[in-house]
């Protein structure tokens, strides 16, 4: 699994019409369709076309994408943690994601009907994060009340939790989202745990209508003012037009994007953008019998990666065998890269870097 995205929006958004566009993109892949796990959520395969130029180089009997994960919950309302609607129903769906997608209704439509009656792009991030947050601050109060016993005890470990618990809880009450704070590593590490649903990285996709694709519009404007000030990332996208796409073989798609003008897709930024935000590279491993592309975190050793492929490579580590992408399909082949020089040798404290093209040596 590359990453995964929890998908939350007010109802009529286009929320829906997005994640089933992107179902229908993944179900277009020819190694690795669209999974339905349960009717909300998706899995994707992630374009890259190095991947493609590797395979051609390869000719190898499988080709095997990196993937994101879409999981699409009821459209939330005001209350919501309250209680009203469905969507607070679901919010325990994509507590453990990576990321948040929070699609934006930037688009008029005397046919679809808006909860509130006109449309409000800041006002309606404000009514779904609020609603985030009081589910946060149940989740707070609950697990502050444990640790408050704990800690009585004497527990070192649940003393400084609960000290981190009571400046979350002061963040919340005053309607600061807990990703905004500034937290050390071992806090880090706590609230990983937590599973707080304000403390994941935000995209907004700002869902437009046909005749707005470069996001021009004022309603985007707005958006793209509440993304600046926390520091969140912002994808153009119209959920009519992804549709269209998708719904056309994919020779055709490329002469469609281009009338539209439009380099990719709505999902290619989508996944480009959640890369950058979430901090992620992509390593390759390179054979005939199979060309494969895999996810790690920016930063991770080389190690780590070789453990994203089994864990008996991570624990056995011995080095590693690395050429750039670029080098390797400049070259040609993986013994030019060795006789040219450039085919490096690797050890423990070698961090991984995108387009890496890795072989792994490791013990059993």
């Known amino acids: 699994m590359g990453f995964n995205c929890g998908i939350i929006g007010l109802p009529n958004v286009g929320k829906s019409t997005i994640f089933n566009a992107l179902s229908s993109a993944g179900a277009q892949a020819s190694n690795y369709p669209f999974t339905t796990i349960d009717p909300n959520v998706g899995i994707v395969e992630v374009p890259d076309p190095r991947l493609d130029k590797l395979g051609g180089m390869y000719k190898p009997k499988k080709l095997t994408y990196t993937t994101v994960e879409f999981v699409d919950i009821a459209g939330l309302v005001k209350g919501a943690s309250r209680g009203e ?39 309606d991030i404000e009514v779904v994060e609020t609603e985030l947050m009081m589910a946060d601050l149940d989740t707070v109060d609950k ?63 700002a869902n437009v209508a046909e005749d707005d694709l470069e996001g021009n519009s004022k309603m985007v404007a707005e958006v793209r003012e509440v993304a600046a000030a926390e520091g969140a990332g912002v994808v153009v996208i119209c959920g009519k037009t992804e549709a269209e796409i998708t719904a056309l073989a994919p020779e055709d798609r490329p002469a469609f994007l281009e009338a539209l003008g439009l380099s990719e897709s709505g999902l290619n930024r989508l996944i480009r953008t959640g890369y950058e935000l979430l901090g992620l590279v992509t390593f390759f491993t390179v054979g005939e019998d199979e060309c494969k592309a895999w996810t790690v975190w920016k930063g991770a050793k080389a190690p780590q990666a070789a453990g994203r492929i089994h864990s008996d490579f991570e624990r056995g580590f011995i080095r590693a065998e690395v050429v750039s992408y670029e080098e390797l399909v400049r070259l040609g082949s993986w013994n030019a890269a060795k006789e040219k020089g450039v085919l490096r040798q690797e050890g423990k404290e070698y961090v991984v870097s995108d387009g890496d093209c890795i072989l792994f040596k490791f013990n059993v």
């Open 143 to 205: 697990r502050l009340l444990k640790k408050q016993k704990e800690s009585k005890g004497g527990d070192k470990a649940a003393k400084a939790e609960l000290e981190l618990l009571e400046r979350l809880k002061v963040m919340l009450e005053k309607g600061e989202s807990i990703r905004r704070g500034v937290y050390n590593e071992e806090e880090s590490a706590m609230l990983k745990l937590m599973f707080l649903l304000t403390s994941k990285p935000v995209l907004y996709a």
């Open 85 to 123: 609607g469905l969507g607070n129903k679901f919010l325990g769906n994509i507590r453990e994601v990576d990321a948040i997608v929070h699609v934006v209704r930037c688009f008029e439509d005397p046919d679809v009907v808006h909860v509130d009656g006109s449309i409000g792009p800041k006002r």
